[in-house]
């Protein structure tokens, strides 16, 4: 039987209860669902309400705990954003445009060494989500400076970027570096992970000698979804390993992660100061890591498609699934596999599977609809569209070390007929598809015919009803 507490003590005991509350909850944070409001004619001495909001980012930042939400107003706010606190996965921290208005975070006004680093900086926090921000104008013209948009960096949970957009971000350096949205898993064995990137757009970058959208180093279970990547001079979305961004070489791999329903277009590094003329830039890039799903994307007018290898001697980009991709009009090649010079490593247990590979190849340089480089080995190439360029490269092996590759029920496509197809097996050029069935001895199943697109010049690749290919690559 539970023994009655008398009044006075009732009254001193919930006294002490309610401060102990209060007091926990100014040591946690914000309740949740506290909303925030900051505005270009704000007041940092505001409450932060609606009616009186905060003036800068750092004020807002400050107060921006678990649970909290920050709305930000419409307009130009000429400061970095770093945030403070992390949420929780119930309580995220939020900070998100205010209904349909349109914040900049500019970089505009920052001087010197301020260009170094993120205009958007998420360090060691969890639950953090981005959503409707619009982030650009960092320059350099100095070699030691990074520029970048959103740069997550050290280890955390639960961070999202959602409907972004991220621009104008440069480096004019001959040796340069920058970013546009930057993943950098710096710690170990505690990773970046269960980070979903969606609906960004990316674009209008001069990124030196890196990349547009990159997730780096000990980075794992990630989304990059729904996001458009365009107009960069380097490469769009890329996943690496083995570059010593992570502390333990056990760690440093970007891994298990879903690259799916992007548009990634009109990325060339042709006049970019760190490449000159060459054409090398990938839409998609899986430079050494492993255990990726890339699917659903739409690639075209890259100078690469999608490329799948490691740059790093001695180590692979392993178990990666490329499928239903459509990959067209890319100036080098469709999809590569394999490193692209002996001093690279290569590519490992990979599928390339129901891809449509149109057209590629419209730069002359020989390199196909599929390019196998240095160490493209025991990989799955089946169930694909191939359509010859009016270069009639289609499938262009180029060494002896390329072993156990298997190829299978793939169509190929030459409107200028199945004796005009060129080809290259392991470092042999090969003219004609039977030629190519009886040298290579694969691809049993396959078949040389018109897959009848239901329109080519929207580049709608799906298959009219009587499109023999149907019967070939399945579904």
Request: with cysteine; hydrophobic share 35%; net charge positive.
């Amino acid at each position: 039987m539970k023994r009655a507490i008398p009044g006075i003590l009732l009254i001193l005991f919930m006294t002490v209860i309610s401060f102990g509350c209060q007091v926990m909850m100014e040591e946690a944070g914000a309740k949740q669902g506290t909303a925030y409001y900051v505005a270009t004619n704000g007041n940092d001495k505001n409450q932060g309400t609606k009616q009186k909001p905060f003036r800068t980012l750092k004020k807002a930042a400050s107060m921006a705990k678990a649970g909290a939400t920050i709305y930000v107003r419409g307009g130009t706010y000429k400061e970095k954003l770093i945030v403070r606190h992390s949420g929780t996965k119930k309580a995220p921290v939020i900070f998100q445009a205010y209904g349909k208005e349109k914040p900049v975070i500019s970089g505009a006004s920052l001087k010197g060494n301020q260009a170094d680093g993120g205009l958007v900086t998420i360090d060691q926090k969890n639950y953090i989500t981005l959503k409707g921000l619009t982030v650009g104008h960092l320059k350099t013209n100095k070699e030691d400076l990074t520029p970048v948009g959103i740069f997550i960096k050290g280890s955390g949970k639960g961070v999202k970027l959602l409907n972004n957009r991220v621009y104008d971000i440069q480096t004019t350096h001959k040796n340069g570096n920058a970013h546009g949205i930057a993943v950098y898993g710096t710690k170990a064995p505690a990773a970046i992970e269960d980070i979903e990137i969606k609906g960004n757009t990316v674009e209008k970058l001069k990124l030196g000698f890196s990349e547009a959208l990159v997730l780096n180093g000990n980075v794992k279970k990630f989304r990059v979804t729904h996001n458009t990547v365009r107009h960069t001079d380097n490469i769009g979305i890329d996943l690496i390993g083995f570059e010593n961004v992570a502390p333990s070489k056990k760690y440093d791999q970007v891994r298990n992660g879903v690259v799916s329903r992007n548009k990634v277009y009109e990325i060339t590094s042709v006049g970019n100061p760190a490449y000159g003329k060459d054409i090398s830039a990938g839409g998609i890039y899986v430079d050494g890591g492993k255990d990726i799903v890339i699917d659903h994307n739409i690639t075209h007018h890259n100078d690469l498609g999608i490329e799948v290898t490691s740059e790093h001697k001695g180590k692979m980009a392993d178990r990666i699934r490329i499928e239903h991709n459509q990959v067209y009009l890319n100036r080098y090649t469709g999809i590569s596999i394999g490193g692209y010079d002996k001093k690279r490593g290569g590519t490992t247990n990979t599928t390339i599977s129901h891809n449509i590979l149109y057209k590629n190849d419209t730069a002359g340089l020989e390199g196909g609809q599929l390019l196998m480089q240095y160490q493209a080995v025991n990989n799955r190439i089946t169930n694909n569209i191939m359509t010859a360029s009016t270069s009639h490269y289609l499938v262009v092996n180029l060494y002896g070390v390329n072993q156990k590759n298997t190829f299978q029920k793939n169509v190929y496509d030459d409107r200028k007929g199945a004796k005009a197809s060129q080809w290259v097996w392991r470092g042999k050029w090969i003219e004609g598809y039977k030629t190519y069935l009886s040298k290579s001895g694969q691809d049993k199943g396959a078949a040389h015919l018109n897959p009848q697109f239901v329109s080519e010049k929207k580049y709608d690749f799906r298959l009219k009803k009587s499109s023999p290919a149907k019967k070939i690559i399945g579904s």
